[in-house]
């Protein structure tokens, strides 16, 4: 007799979970096929979906962070080497002012659009557990890797090359 109730209390506890999961599912499911739009610091709007048919990098990072400023010099290499077929967007976070921004990217001589970033764009790409954080998508709008941490441009072309250069799987 004392089965039954405990049967019906994990069914209970479990759809909760359940339809949390699938939610969560859903929703990730639904960011993923929006893609992003962003403005940078010039006023152009950036979306995924305009990038079709290319490689997308979006890095996150700050004026005061070092391995942030390491990276910076790979990431225009990265944009300004056309045989990659990729974009990259930087998005700023913790600043005092977009002028603190503008003109830290403007010594770094940063040609690449950078984006004034806050909780919601964020929330558009994916969660920053620590800066830089690296987003790259395929050149059909699919996030196909992540990192955390400073990443190289050698690293990024190995892997574009990985995936063929195209459309990775």
Request: positive net charge; hydrophobic residues 45%; aromatic residues 10%.
């Amino acid at each position: 007799m004392m089965e039954k109730p405990m049967q019906a209390m994990r069914k209970k506890r479990f759809y909760p979970m359940w339809l949390a999961g699938l939610l969560l599912a859903l929703a990730a499911g639904w960011a993923q096929a929006n893609g992003f739009t962003v403005v940078d610091t010039t006023g152009k709007t950036h979306t995924l979906a305009g990038y079709k048919g290319k490689w997308v990098l979006v890095n996150f990072w700050a004026t005061w962070c070092p391995p942030c400023q390491e990276e910076i010099p790979e990431l225009i290499a990265l944009h300004g080497d056309r045989k990659n077929n990729l974009v990259v967007i930087g998005i700023a976070l913790d600043y005092r002012s977009a002028k603190q921004v503008t003109d830290f990217a403007d010594s770094m001589l940063v040609d690449y659009p950078v984006v004034l970033g806050n909780a919601q764009i964020a929330r558009q790409i994916g969660p920053i557990q620590g800066l830089p954080t690296t987003y790259l998508y395929n050149p059909d709008g699919k996030l196909v890797a992540q990192q955390v941490g400073a990443i190289t441009r050698e690293a990024v072309e190995s892997f574009i090359a990985k995936k063929g250069g195209r459309g990775g799987k």
